[in-house]
């Protein structure tokens, strides 16, 4: 059996004999077959994007048992809900493929943030078009890749030389009705919290092969979802032998540096205790505090769940609704330990943003005449000249400013610049500036 078979989520939805067996059944045949193809989907990850953390059917396989853990042994869960669940699972992270992507590059060289990546190359750099492509793609395809996992469920791939469709949820009747939901489910978990009460509805009634009373709660699911997935920054993740392989470079070395000393997370009380089995040294600083924001981020997605499932008076709640010590750097370091030195957050904290607002920026900062913020915008662009003369090894008379003004009948006026020479791109579009009476507002 495999693993995620263990899992407590798992055996509520797939085995108890007080529900309808043949319909568990046939769920439970559709993720197995579902899952074979998601597998080969995310196998092909690491060829297109090598310096993420394990993204193959592993990770997908442990979001069952956090799932699990951070909601808890009483938590109610029905047979679909749990299938639409699964193929969430198998879908959120599987469009960071080149090959979830049925038309190939093709497809992707016209979507805007392709074209958004291509013009931020330096033109100045001479680089082929594979160059190119081996350059942008990851950054592309991780952008992507929460739209497009909304789709998996229902687009198609075919066999080269014939036109036969193969799906990865292969039963039509299913694919049909759940396809949609699941893709939505898997783009979720890209959203912000407060976002998914206008993405989904209260409930999803019952389809096809399922008795009557198997309806979806969808936004359950995808809290479910967004929290095992936060929350799976283990060693799993990140094995020391593939480390050493792949040789990952900048921040990426770091998601690996940090998350190869993390532990399966444990539940205390209703915290999730994310703890190392090592030390991290002095020269490892950097990954430990990589570390502390991650636990920050998965400390705000449970809080924030519980407060969407409490808000919206849901009977069940998620047992896991804070991450242990994270507090403080001090705390956090109790349970994420060092060695030789000691993390102290030193990060400036601002408890009156509109009183600095006011000191630092308005008129305190321009005055009240309406030329300065047109000269700011001069002064910066000349700024960005300069820097690109230096980057670019350019003489003094490379680069050009260009000023333009435009009014509108509500006495807005739009300035904008471009400054890096005859091809250059615009650095700043669209400052308003509204003029009331002495008054100017940026």
């Known amino acids: 059996m495999t693993k995620y078979m263990n899992t407590a989520l798992w055996k509520k939805c797939f085995e108890l004999e007080s529900e309808d067996l043949s319909s568990q059944q046939m769920l439970k045949q559709c993720y197995v077959e579902m899952r074979k193809k998601a597998e080969m989907l ?50 959120h992270d599987a469009a960071m493929s080149l090959a979830a992507f049925p038309n190939g590059m093709q497809e992707i060289k016209k979507t805007p943030q392709w074209l958004d990546a291509l013009a931020s190359i330096d033109e100045e750099v001479e680089l082929s078009e594979k160059e190119i492509e081996i350059l942008i793609l990851p950054g592309v395809l991780r952008l992507l890749h929460a739209e497009k996992a909304r789709d998996l469920a229902l687009i198609h791939w075919n066999v080269p030389g014939s036109q036969e469709p193969i799906y990865v949820i292969e039963n039509i009747d299913i694919r049909r009705y759940y396809g949609e939901l699941i893709g939505k489910l ?176 308005g008129d305190h900062l321009y005055g009240s005449s309406q030329v300065i913020p047109i000269r700011e915008l001069i002064q910066n662009a000349a700024d960005a000249v300069r820097a690109r003369r230096l980057l670019t090894d350019q003489n003094a008379s490379f680069g050009k400013i260009n000023v333009s003004l435009k009014t509108d009948h509500d006495k807005n006026f739009g300035a904008s610049r471009s400054c890096v020479g005859s091809t250059s791109r615009t650095c700043l579009i669209g400052c308003r500036i509204q003029v009331q009476s002495t008054q100017v507002k940026v």
Request: glycine residues 8%.
């Open 186 to 361: 898997a783009r979720s978990h890209w959203i912000s919290v407060r976002e998914l009460e206008m993405e989904f509805p209260t409930t999803i009634p019952a389809g096809p092969g399922v008795p009557s009373n198997w309806t979806i709660d969808p936004i359950k699911v995808a809290c479910l979802l967004r929290c095992a997935d936060a929350s799976q920054v283990d060693h799993v993740r990140a094995p020391s032998f593939l480390w050493a392989l792949l040789k990952p470079k900048g921040i990426s070395n770091e998601h690996w540096a940090f998350q190869n000393k993390i532990g399966r997370a444990s539940i205390s009380g209703d915290a999730l205790i994310i703890g190392s089995g090592s030390s991290f040294k002095a020269k490892e600083a950097n990954a430990w505090w990589l570390a502390y924001d991650v636990a920050l981020m998965v400390d705000k997605e449970l809080r924030q769940v519980d407060m969407l499932l409490e808000s919206t008076q849901r009977k069940y709640r998620f047992v896991g609704k804070r991450v242990m010590g994270v507090e403080s750097s001090e705390s956090f370091s109790k349970y994420v330990q060092t060695e030789g030195w000691h993390p102290i957050d030193a990060s400036l904290k601002i408890s009156n943003v509109s009183g600095i607002v006011r000191t630092l920026g």
């Open 42 to 91: 995310v196998n092909l990850i690491v060829k297109d994007i090598p310096s993420l953390t394990v993204h193959d059917v592993s990770h997908l396989d442990a979001l069952w048992e956090n799932a699990s853990l951070i909601s808890g042994g009483g938590f109610e869960i029905n047979p679909i809900e749990g299938f639409v669940l699964g193929g969430a699972i198998l879908l």
